[in-house]
């Protein structure tokens, strides 16, 4: 019999990331799961804009959810959300991979959807709270004067750094640093609400 | 305070906001001078807004079947640190990089060597042998079944590997040992497919990594260190990692000791190298 401050399957649709997270802890496959469906295509998304192949995407999601399973313990609520979390994870294991294929030119292309039989999403109001967040960052991300954005972009989804940056767009170094900064700035001051109700 | 360190988070805020100059710097300055709980709270909105940079791409569906692949993993206690070795899909393609700074010496068997490789053979024709029992005899879950037989596969990849004519095997000593023909301490050795993408290292001999740490490959190429990935290692355990590619022009090999998330150059202490000069080819 399980005890009664763990959720069964069941209810753990109503549960926060967070508590996901600690139930990972207790090797609870069916947390893993229910994570899996909420984050998956947003994860999917980003090592797809990274790799620009969804057969390395898929294989980069796989290992990065793997240690979300194995190291579920290491997380900090005090750090970051569980998707800021998971979206860095999935991140950094997209890029390691495009560092060691050594691949020049930009490889991102716009991410082919397949309608297939086991696709998941975000349900109910997370779903929607999801897409107005990515609307309205799309939103900012587009009010961004195009230099900056081009900055953040190689940045973030390119894993370049500012120097590289410099070296593949000739642009001075501090333009760059500058450029990068302004455009954090924008964000964060246009999305405060938004990045307050993560916190 | 290292969690953040642990996914790379901090690294790229650091990145944003550490490397600015002259007027920039007054910024910096300013955000240096905030108590620290406030911050603290910046540092946390900008990781949050970085995060939140996946929502602007449209959602891609995974593929049918991924979610039971994960969860059957996961059951099953298949470890994600030896993933980054492994490119299934990856087209690969005939490549002169790890041949050229070997020919000089690819004619030089070493009697010692020679015996490790052949060691190696028998070992993976054991291993094909016992995880082929054990999955006659199973009478277990298909998670379990499924992780068997993906072992039982990668095992006869690595035995093909061994195997091959014309593979190049090189070994991985710590360098000051390199010389000595030490009995004692770790030891490796990358065999490195003709079509010089496919490769397989086993390692023996490694202590395990300490709390916060991990094992890191390192392909050293064209002058640079490229990673290869992190790996964990169990006490007394043996490690064995293969992957479909390699850094065009590799000359050597390395394993060090990284934090746990595995930084993008080498910083820890090196454990084994392993020179291509020092290579063979199995004729």
Redesign the interface.
């Known amino acids: 019999m399980e005890p009664a401050d763990t959720p069964r399957s069941s209810s753990l649709k109503e549960l926060e990331d967070r508590d996901l997270v600690a139930l990972l802890v207790e090797r609870r496959?069916d947390a893993?799961?229910e994570l899996?469906?909420r984050h998956?295509?947003?994860?999917?998304?980003?090592a797809?804009?990274v790799l620009g192949?969804?057969?390395?995407?898929?294989?980069v999601?796989?290992?990065?959810?793997?240690?979300v399973?194995?190291?579920a313990e290491?997380?900090?609520p005090d750090?970051?959300?569980v998707?800021?979390?998971m979206?860095?994870?999935a991140?950094?294991?997209a890029i390691?991979?495009l560092?060691?294929?050594?691949v020049v030119e930009k490889t991102a292309v716009?991410?082919q959807?397949?309608?297939?039989?086991?696709?998941?999403?975000p349900e109910g109001a997370r779903a929607v709270l999801?897409y107005e967040?990515?609307n309205r960052?799309?939103a900012e991300?587009a009010r961004l004067p195009g230099e900056q954005r081009e900055v953040?972009e190689k940045?973030?989804?390119e894993g370049m750094?500012?120097r590289e940056i410099a070296e593949a767009t000739g642009i001075p170094?501090?333009t760059v640093?500058?450029r990068?900064?302004l455009a954090?700035k924008k964000?964060?001051t246009a999305?405060?609400d938004?990045?307050?109700a993560?916190? | 305070m290292t969690?953040?360190r642990?996914?790379?988070?901090e690294d790229?805020i650091v990145?944003?906001?550490g490397?600015?100059?002259?007027e920039?710097r007054e910024?910096i300055d300013a955000l240096a001078a905030l108590d620290p709980a406030e911050r603290e709270?910046l540092l946390?909105?900008?990781?949050?807004?970085?995060?939140?940079?996946?929502?602007?791409?449209?959602?891609?569906?995974?593929?049918?079947?991924?979610?039971e692949?994960?969860?059957a993993?996961?059951?099953t206690g298949?470890?994600?640190?030896v993933?980054?070795f492994?490119?299934?899909?990856?087209t690969a393609s005939p490549r002169a990089g790890w041949s050229l700074p070997l020919a000089a010496t690819l004619a030089a068997l070493g009697l010692g060597l020679a015996g490790l490789f052949f060691g190696q053979l028998q070992s993976e024709k054991r291993t094909v042998a016992q995880l082929e029992a054990q999955l006659a005899q199973a009478r277990v879950s298909s998670g379990e079944v499924a992780a068997m037989r993906e072992d039982m596969r990668e095992a006869k990849r690595q035995l093909a590997l061994v195997g091959t004519r014309g593979v190049e095997v090189c070994t991985l000593r710590p360098r000051e040992a390199a010389d000595a023909a030490q009995e004692e301490g770790p030891w490796g050795v990358l065999y490195v497919a003709p079509d010089h993408q496919h490769w397989y290292l086993a390692v023996r001999g490694l202590e395990p990594s300490p709390d916060g740490h991990a094992y890191q490959l390192w392909f050293m190429a064209e002058g640079r260190a490229?990673?290869?990935?992190t790996f964990s290692v169990e006490a007394g355990g043996p490690v064995e990692l293969s992957s479909e590619?390699m850094?065009?022009g590799t000359s050597a090999v390395m394993v060090t000791l990284e934090r746990e998330?595995?930084p993008?150059e080498p910083n820890g202490p090196e454990i084994l190298f392993g020179d291509g000069a020092s290579a063979i080819r199995v004729l």
């Not at chain 2, 642990?6 to 988070?9: D, F, L, R, S």
Request: no cysteine.
């Open positions: 496959e893993l799961a899996y469906d998956v295509s947003m994860l999917l998304a980003l797809q804009r192949t969804p057969e390395e995407a898929e294989e999601v796989q290992e990065a959810l793997l240690q399973w194995n190291q290491r997380y900090s750090r970051s959300s998707s800021t979390w979206v860095l994870i991140r950094s294991r390691d991979r560092r060691k294929r050594k716009a991410a959807r397949e309608e297939g039989a086991g696709h998941t999403s999801h967040r990515g960052l799309r991300l953040l940045a973030f989804f750094t500012q170094l501090g640093k500058t990068t900064l954090m964000l964060r999305l405060r938004d990045l307050e993560l916190l | 969690d953040l642990a996914v790379g988070q790229l990145e944003l906001l490397q600015l100059e002259g920039e910024s709270r946390r909105l900008d990781a949050e807004l970085l995060g939140s940079l996946a929502l602007a791409l449209e959602p891609a569906a995974p593929r049918p079947g991924a979610r692949e994960l969860l993993a996961a059951v298949r470890q994600a640190t993933a980054p492994v490119a299934r899909g990856g490229v990673s290869g990935g590619s850094p065009d998330d595995g993008a």
